[in-house]
């Protein structure tokens, strides 16, 4: 088929070319005595993402998913009383895995549109006298529904109470898009991936952690190897790894981490919130509306796009493949057919997201919804053209 | 700046990412024992984009200028007169490289936007009872006006009063993207270059000869070392080269004849002509005007848009590449300010056709041309909706 | 530093041309409907470079470590009683990888050099006759030392008790590169890396199960996630993963299988043979010996070299890393400084042992320790030029 | 086949891993608006690498002998008389070149495996009163023989009959790998090609030329379009081109004259003279003979070997390619059969000498000629482990 694939899927996201050619490398030997002189200063580049300042970061091959579990293999014991919400795959995943690791969850189910139920968080922190709660789970960006949750509101709400809890967040298609301050907000744990705002292939799981979080460490009561932090400090405080690392991603993510920060993530983020700006204005054009069930919890890294009742979004997404080579992110469980999603996060710009939009709009129109040809588009060229690039205040 | 650069310029084109593959490889050995593997089966992939069954084809390490200085210097002698018209800043480039070669060059120039003149080249070749002129001249597709021009007309014209001339033809944007029949046609030179409807990088001068040019070239009689056809012949037979060819744009050319010759050259002219169909609905919705005098001549691989006389077009180009990281061609000489160029040919798709559009009309409004955000994309966007993909019958 | 970096660690090994070039991509869509044509039949390719016909493999996005926990946590439960044996560093690791996940592990320990110590196996089993053990455990290749273990041995000394537990290998530095029979030797659980054998980047763990080995799944009362069979099973079976895979690695590994296929196994392993051989010739005329301890376990894939007692081998492995721009493997654990390693596995011809063995020489010169300049690339030369390469018979 | 191949032929040489991502580019506009952020501070990095202080660079999509071509054409007219002399393949090819575009050429023939005859060369200007002598050619290095002629000579010649006669250098296998001078010998026109001491694939073919030459142009009277001197300096002074650029390969000239000047030219030099002594020291083990004839011709670039007179050198050369992967060069015309090359310029270290040394050992002994395994690469390591390398001095 002629012509790029057009991928505007949250996550894998577009990988920039200078990550391409950083990757196009032949293979290294991972205990050479200068190996540190890459991983070292890629280890505090990482944290500057996260805006980590007095913890560190562990850099699994693996994946987000992995990286979830790292973080409760080696911050919790089995049978720990954990507070977690869901309203979407990803936090119903997180659930799922957490029980069957043997966490004792304590879980708020919330319609899927809605994010972390913050007030009732803080109900629940209040009404643990026991301070039994061993940790609170935040889904940052519920990338299934589009849907950003506050997660500085959650510490607020552990503040009040003085409650000791782990914050754990996951951050995987967050962190590097949108304002995310891991000291700020005394996140614990915060889990990312290579594929979404760090715009790398698929395969490390990311976890950045705070100090408090090493200290829980000490206690913490699950088997671990792969995943295990002492392994991973004893070797990584030398720039080595206790196994083989993924030494192509690593130079792929030296390189990711180096246009992030010149960028700088303030620019970044103010991108992100521009571009999604452009997006939502498309869909409203349209006549459509999001899956996020209010404007505060609209994601910038990626939009769910309800379709109307009588057309399954599925047909939306394989015209759009099939017809005009661009992959769309279908619906997830329980909004399958119902949504499609269109990822606007990591290496992208205006004209990217007028493709999707335009792509969006032809794949609708064939697939019998009743769209007016560029009314999207339009709106979105509206906006890119009346709102100034590159302000932080944007972002805000 | 984030995001993908987006080419839509008349060439280079878009390298297809299986071309971009073949070419990420190491050195080898041009006088290696199986180096004909690659070359001889290339010499005959590039024929059958030409249509070109009985003649051969040369690879020059050079670019299109060098493979139109090549077909003048094996072809022709120093004072041969010649049939050349002129209509854009490649025709008259090429006007100028033979006179400075010493031909006695029998020039007829039309307005910018028009292309050749079948009529007035008729006439001459039949006023021309003494057969004095050596070679008739055809730039088949100017790229600076984004003009086509009837090249089997101008075989027409010469069969019809049997005139012996060599007919040249320019087919740099044209062979590989729209229709081309070198066989049918009769054409004796046929110059192009990579980086166009070959969708690789530029380096390669490509010349595709009948087999009455090599009569001619028995005859021709300025020196020549670099491009000689002889030196060429005696070493291509055999798989080689007389000096050492740009081997790894030979890997990228015999990838890219492949994907040409997979897709088939009838849906891929098909391809560029419902691509460019779209292209210049939207030019209609903007309410402004090809370059193009007349429909006949509108290429199906670059639309000059003419932009508002109060507009300079070199704004909208600046603005396009600064602000959306978006490259659409200048305006030539003497269109230099009054057109930009959108270049949609080789690697091309509808999602990749609205970017260019999407850009296009952020860029024209941004510079103070009136344009409804969303026209021209919409418009394009009702066109390829309401037109079948791939049909043959659209390139007829 | 001027030239190539020559690599000769036992892994991560050279990657071929053909899957680096695959590897050069931009991103696209697992969950795409077509995700399934390049992973359904890769699933089947990875299968027969192990030679498993009636099993199944995963494949994780991890670490040949990643994918031994794996095999446990899927297979066994907590408490189960478990043989294994150490005589390296990598045995060594697995042991100490089933103590902290909960095994009762029945250890033989064996001087580093020797291997699996086949009768003890033998004998312990026969002792069983509660039938106590839940698996047993080979490393086949013991990558710190250079020696190839006897599977086929241990599967017949299960069979000749008829001892239902599950027969573990490692597989990591052997698979794809020495005879490795899964069906035939009824491996249960093989565990390799992508990074040896399969010629790829580190970041995949290889995992290939025998139907017993599913059975047993069911009764495995290990929590597990990231790494559950039964998530794996769910979506590959469609040819989909319960996560995102790392789709650059899989579309290498597609082709580094098609590579070792096309060779053909047996020809694969009688060119490690002669590989080997040749390295062993040098060594044995620089008068130096294996860390292996006898003929019968001297690898194919690697050789640690022993240095003379005044020596720190890692004195040579500096010099030849900073004067020669070249990787040989380091001494692990109880042999630092004792032994350098000479990895010549995946994607190697005569050329590059060659390469390996003078660099070892230069170094090893430099280093103080008295080589006739020569000698060990003489020797091998001498067994190359003597003994036809590609005869399946040498690997017999 | 599995392994690397090993390049050792004179050209193309091995591009360095930078060199090669920097090429892993999407096209980009050669008329973009900071396209001369790129061309304009490469103008002078490649000047730097020609120690060309005073003149130009012209950089043309063509190779070598589009260079040679290009000199003569913007420099001298038809009918010219000049001095060459012609003692290998390429010489006889200049001169062959020089004839068939008319120059009157003066040529001194010497036995292949001697250089320029600077004695003759220093009479025949003493005799030329008339000043006749439009320019005098060097082939500085001989690729066909390995033979290095001393250009510094013949401009001493020159001045001391303070002869007006342009200086005309072949140094398409000397700069950036052994000393050049331009500044110093006032070199007029100095060729050179992408593909040998610049690391790069063919392509380009590079002229730097002096000031005097710039005059000499302006009364130069050959036809010239594709390699007009004029057009390029019109467009060049701001970074751009008379036609399309080969983009990727500029991109990649830039990344390798960073290579060079970051090492040094003087330690670029060194660097060959150690490899270019170890391989000599390899070739004197096996009891073989240079082309070169006597040891002030001895060439730090490559070398030819001599074989013996019952071997056909070509039977090496073949072994070496389908038996061991890699490739010789082969002997040209006169010297076919005769001798092998081995390449020893570009991205090259010890390693990679030691594997065509072993090599060619291999394949000798495998034609039939009798070599003592391992005395050839047993002589360049004692070369190499007794001689410090990165001395400047080496290179005097």
């Known amino acids: 088929m002629a012509g790029y694939n057009h991928l505007f899927i949250p996550g894998p996201t577009n990988v920039p070319e200078r990550v391409r050619m950083a990757m196009n490398v032949p293979m290294q030997d991972m205990r050479a005595p200068d190996f540190g002189d890459l991983t070292i200063p890629l280890f505090e580049k990482v944290k500057q993402v996260f805006r980590n300042e007095t913890g560190r970061v562990f850099l699994y091959p693996s994946s987000g998913t992995g990286a979830w579990e790292a973080a409760i293999q080696n911050t919790l014991s089995p049978g720990d009383k954990v ?42 922190l209040r009404a643990d006298r026991a301070r039994e709660y061993a940790a609170v789970f935040v889904t940052h960006n519920e990338t ?29 298609s967050s962190v590097g898009s949108i304002p995310f301050d891991q000291e700020g907000w005394r996140v614990d744990c915060c889990v990312s991936g290579s594929q979404k705002g760090f715009m790398l292939p ?51 993510l030296d390189v990711s981490c180096d246009i992030l920060l010149e960028e700088g993530l303030e620019t970044v983020w103010a991108r992100h919130h521009r571009l999604a700006s452009g997006v939502r204005a498309a869909i409203d054009a349209w006549g459509l509306k999001l899956c996020a069930a209010e404007e505060k919890w609209q994601s910038d890294t990626v939009s769910a796009v309800v379709v109307p009742e009588e057309v399954d979004a599925r047909d939306v997404i394989a015209r759009a493949y099939t017809a005009y080579d661009t992959s769309l992110g279908t619906g997830l469980s329980k909004v399958m057919g119902k949504v499609f999603r269109i990822g606007h996060l990591g290496w992208l710009n205006e004209g990217m997201v007028n493709t999707a939009l335009a792509v969006a709009e032809m794949a609708m129109i064939d697939s019998g919804i009743a769209i007016e040809p560029g009314s999207g588009v339009g709106a979105a060229i509206d906006h890119f053209t009346r709102t100034p690039a590159g302000k932080i205040a944007e972002a805000a």
């Open 144 to 172: 299934a529904t589009g849907v950003t949750s506050d997660v500085g509101a959650v510490r607020k709400a552990l503040d009040e109470t003085d409650h000791p809890a782990l914050l754990m967040v996951d951050g995987v």
């Open 83 to 124: 507070l977690m919400s869901r309203f979407g795959q990803f936090s119903h995943l997180w659930v799922d895995m957490a029980r069957r690791l043997g966490l004792d969850v304590d879980v708020i189910d919330r319609p899927w549109g809605e994010g972390v139920p913050v007030e009732a968080y803080a109900e629940r």
């Open 202 to 252: 698929a395969g490390l799981g990311i976890l950045s952690i705070s100090k408090w979080a090493l200290d829980a460490h000490k206690r913490a009561g699950f088997p671990r190897t792969f995943f295990s932090f002492e392994d991973m400090m004893a070797h990584n405080d030398n720039g080595y790894f206790p196994y083989t690392p993924a030494t192509q991603l690593l130079r792929g």
